[in-house]
């Protein structure tokens, strides 16, 4: 190992850095903030006033099935380190040119990240999926690019589904684009008077080349 490699290499061990696994969510640290909106689903209105009518019962007392709360939780934008580039550059062998461009964008704070969650909750059914997306002012992305790998982990850990069964979709780790729309589609079944009612719910956490975020949901 040269020198210069041996050094990338010790501060990478010094600051304990793991970079480019995907298969968890990133742990938040004190700087995450929440912000909640409603959802109801229209559809799952429909079913549920279709099998009302075919019982001759009230609709209105299974209400509480098609409405759910939206919650995005995310850190404050973070600057990619130059550990972080020189543990990736280490780990996979770049020549010397490939990481003097990632440490140097390191060194001037081109590239910056965030971590968030993106939830649905309804009743007993607590559905989300957690994340890593960077940007650098051109692209923003999940898969790997200039060097970071970021993450889009859906059927995230500590969900819940009492009485309901949870089918996941769709899963994206979008590549560097003007925008990085990471989705999670997945549906809800639950019995209502015997009758299944589904939920086709898809969250989305999209975040521009600037780091704007936005979120919105489908289906239902």
Excluded at 76 to 102: F, K
Excluded at 148 to 155: F, M
Excluded at 176 to 183: K, Q, V
Excluded at 201 to 206: D, E, K, P, R
Aim: charged share 15%.
């Amino acid at each position: 190992m040269s020198t210069r490699s041996q050094a990338i290499a010790a501060t990478v061990c010094g600051a304990g850095i793991i970079l480019g696994v995907a298969s968890a969510p990133p742990a938040f640290a004190d700087d995450s903030a929440s912000r909640s909106s409603s959802f109801v689903s229209q559809s799952c209105i429909s079913q549920v006033e279709a099998i009302s009518r075919q019982k001759g019962i009230r609709a209105d007392t299974a209400t509480s099935l098609c409405t759910g709360t939206i919650t995005t939780t995310e850190t404050e934008p973070r600057v990619a380190t130059s550990a972080e580039m020189g543990a990736y550059a280490e780990e996979n062998n770049l020549s010397d040119a490939a990481t003097d461009e990632l440490l140097l964008a390191a060194l001037q704070g081109e590239i910056t990240y965030r971590d968030w969650t993106h939830s649905y909750w309804g009743g007993s059914l607590l559905e989300k999926h957690a994340g890593r997306t960077f940007w650098d002012g051109s692209n923003a992305w999940i898969a790997t690019y200039r060097g970071l790998t970021g993450a889009n982990v859906c059927h995230s850990e500590g969900g819940i589904a009492v009485g309901w069964a949870v089918t996941p979709l769709e899963c994206s780790s979008p590549g560097a684009g003007t925008n990085a729309d990471a989705y999670y589609r997945f549906d809800a079944s639950v019995a209502f008077e015997g009758s299944p009612v589904t939920l086709d719910i898809g969250l989305h956490y999209s975040t521009n080349a600037t780091g704007d975020v936005s979120t919105w949901q489908v289906g239902g």
